[in-house]
Structure formats: C-alpha cells, structure tokens
C-alpha cells in the first residue's frame, strides 16, 4: 500500500490506530491466531500522540491505565465470541473489525464472517487474512465500506441468505449525534430485509472504562476518557463518546435506542468472557477485581421494530472535488457524498493543490454535496487550520441538513456559511 495514502487515512480517521492496538493487545494476551496475524501486519503500540505533552507523573498514570483499558478490549473480544457461538448462530457481521483476529477462528469453525471497515484497515488486512485462513476461506469476506452509507453496507451483505449478527465493538463511541442516527437507521434497514439482530456494549463503555481501571490499577484517580482522548486526539479533534448512545443513564440511552426503532435486551457479559483466568491480560492478582466488574456490563441486544421514522443513508452518486486557485483562494466544488471513504481523496487533493501556495482564503462551493460525516468535517478543520490567522475558509450553498451538521458540532462558528 502507498504509505503517503495510508497516513492520510489515518489523519482523517484517526481510529486505524485503535485497530492495530487492538490486534497488539490480543497478540500480548497469549490468542494464537492473534499472533499468527500480526505476525505478518507487525502493528505496534505506540505512544499516545498527546503524551509528550503532559507531565512525566500523568505519563505514568496513563500508563498504568492502559493496563485496565487493555484488558476490558480483551473480555470485549472474547465476550463477543462466546456470546455468538453459544446459541446465535448466522452470519457474523464485523462493523468496525479493525485487525482482530476473528475471521481466522470463525472459519476454522466453519462460521460465515464479513469484516467491514476502513480502506486504511481493509487494504492491509485482506492479504494478510488470506495467508492466515486455510479452510473455508468462501466463508469469509472483508469489505472497505462507511456504515453511514447504506448502500455500501447492503453491497458487503449482499447474497447472505443467513440471520445477521451485526457487532459493533468501539465503533459507535467515534460517531456524532447526527452519525448514530444514520448508523442505527441503516442497520434497521438491513434488519428489515435479512433476519438478525444489532448487538454492541458500546453504550456501558463509559461505566465500564472508568470502573475497569480502578479495580485493574488501585489508585487510579483519572478519567480513561481523557487518556482515550489523549491516544486519539490530534489535529482531527475527536470527541470520544459525545452521543446520545454513549453517554447518560442507561435508562437515557434506552429512550435513545427506543426512538430509533429498537427494542433492548440486556445481556451480561461475563458469561461468556470465560472466567477471569481468560483475563490474561491483567496482572494475575488483579483478575478476580476486574472481573467483579465485567458482571455489571451487558450486551445491548436490539432487535428492529417497524417504525414509520427513519434516518437511511443511500446513495448511488460518487463523489468528486473540483478544486482550483487563483491567486491566493482556493475554490472547491464538492459533490456526493464526503464520508470516511471519501474524506482521503479531499485532503489528498487538497494536499496537492496548495503545495508551494501561499493560500489566505478557501470557499467551498458545497450545493451538490449531498451528506458530510466527522471525516469530512475534520479535513475541513485541516484546510481551516492551515490557513493564516487572518485567513478565512467559507463553505457557500450548503443545504439545510449540511448546515446542521455544522451547527450540532460547532464547526459553524469556525468558518463562514453563505
């Protein structure tokens, strides 16, 4: 893969380093096809981008509490494994899939896999499942695709005539308000047309992240949410958990769910974790503590109901960007649908076309551009925050939707819309 393109996508989508934590983490918990995988991805952890600039005391504070984080992705992975085998069955849909070794084991078993996620994760993850699966390989399939498009997540299921178990794992943290609305719409749709169920803990990480790492690490007196925002927070400004789902009571993001056309079933999950002996990842000590923890978590287990209120995504139109300077503006013409695929192309071209520029002023011409997501918004931070203090970025045309994508994430009081 071309590596420029490849931190382009991780600028855009800061979440490709969670993916390759993920796999470090499982890898470091003795899981075999773990290590079979990441022996040809060799990810690595690294240090949170942030951590340089806090104090040496806060830096060894987060790293202890990495320790606590590490392992509630562990219990995550394994809980969601067990929770599937033991009496669900169908098809394991993987939104977000990251580079977890799932497909590797479910094959073994004879299980249908579709791993959805990311170009950036995808492209590399694709050849090197190929090597690591060596029976039933049909089962599996792994498809680039924004679950806020619903016509890209139909294309990855397309032909499965199984129920779908659609997981999403650390994905729905990531996405805003707006997002979710969409997210939760198209996967209702695809419930509406394959049998299954929606099953994610997403909703108690909050709970679970702050619990976790006091009975992990005793002394613990800071938030994981600021060491989460720490690992992930750079110039694309993301804002961990900020959603309706994510955030408040459970009884809160329940009424949530609810108006979004779901019933909830809560599960526990230490259940299928597999005793606390699974938690390799801890010290043995502190095991039994965590693992008192993980019987308050539970699975969100929705299942669709027919609801005249929706929010589908579907779109056959491409996108493009039309970009030209003149002196020192840079106009842009956007088109379709500027979501986490699409985000890549804008800041690519974006990169090109203002190399040895001295650009003060950006307008955007966005009357056909028919959806934005966080990707996009945060390449447009990019171009915002690239510009001179006295320079201007304005976004002329939007639609009434764009403009309130804009106004829920406060982006309008950073440019100028027209």
């Known amino acids: 893969m071309n590596s420029g393109k490849t931190e382009l996508r991780k600028e855009v989508n800061p979440v490709f380093l969670t993916a390759q934590t993920c796999l470090c983490v499982l890898d470091r918990s003795g899981d075999p096809d773990a290590k079979q995988l990441n022996a040809l991805l060799q990810c690595t952890i690294t240090d949170p981008p942030g951590l340089s600039k806090v104090s040496p005391q806060r830096q060894a504070m987060f790293g202890r509490m990495a320790v606590g984080l590490w392992s509630a992705l562990e219990a995550r992975y394994k809980a969601t494994n067990g929770f599937f085998k033991n009496g669900r069955g169908g098809c394991f849909v993987d939104l977000a899939c990251g580079f977890v070794p799932r497909a590797i084991g479910f094959a073994r078993s004879g299980i249908r896999y579709v791993g959805i996620d990311l170009p950036a994760v995808i492209d590399r993850l694709r050849p090197a ?23 890209s997540l139909a294309k990855a299921v397309e032909g499965i005539d199984e129920d779908l178990f659609i997981s999403a794992e650390g994905l729905l943290p990531y996405l805003t308000d707006d997002e ?35 009975a992990a690490v005793p002394g613990m007196i800071s938030d994981p949410k600021e060491f989460v925002q720490l690992s992930e927070g750079n110039i694309s400004d993301v804002r961990f958990g900020d959603n309706c789902v994510c955030k408040g009571s459970r009884e809160d993001v329940e009424k949530a769910v609810n108006e979004m056309g779901f019933d909830v079933d809560l599960v526990p999950l230490y259940t299928y974790i597999g005793g606390e002996d699974q938690l390799r990842s801890l010290p043995e000590e502190r095991r039994a503590a965590a693992y008192e923890v993980y019987k308050s978590i539970c699975f969100w287990v929705l299942a669709a109901r027919d609801t005249e209120d929706a929010h589908f995504s579907d779109s ?5 960007a039309e970009i030209k300077c003149v002196k020192t503006t840079l106009y842009i013409t956007l088109t379709g649908r500027l979501d986490t695929v699409t985000s890549t192309t804008l800041l690519e071209l974006y990169r090109k076309a203002v190399k040895d520029q001295d650009i003060k002023r950006i307008i955007i011409s966005a009357r056909k551009l028919q959806y934005i997501s ?45």
């Open 129 to 151: 499942m190929a090597e690591c699966i060596t029976e039933n390989q049909e089962l599996v399939s792994f498809a680039a695709a924004d679950v806020t498009d619903y016509a």
């Open 374 to 418: 966080s990707a996009g918004l945060r390449v447009l931070m990019i171009m915002n925050k690239s510009l001179p203090s006295n320079g201007t970025l304005i976004v002329n045309y939007a639609s009434d939707d764009i403009r309130d994508v804009f106004a829920l994430t406060g982006f309008d009081t950073m440019i100028t819309l027209n």
């Open 180 to 214: 979710i609305k969409v997210v939760f719409g198209n996967i209702r749709r695809l419930l509406s047309e394959h049998p299954g169920v929606f099953v994610t803990s997403d909703p108690e990480l909050e709970r679970w992240n702050k619990r976790i790492t006091t």
């Open 316 to 320: 056959n139109e491409g996108f493009s």
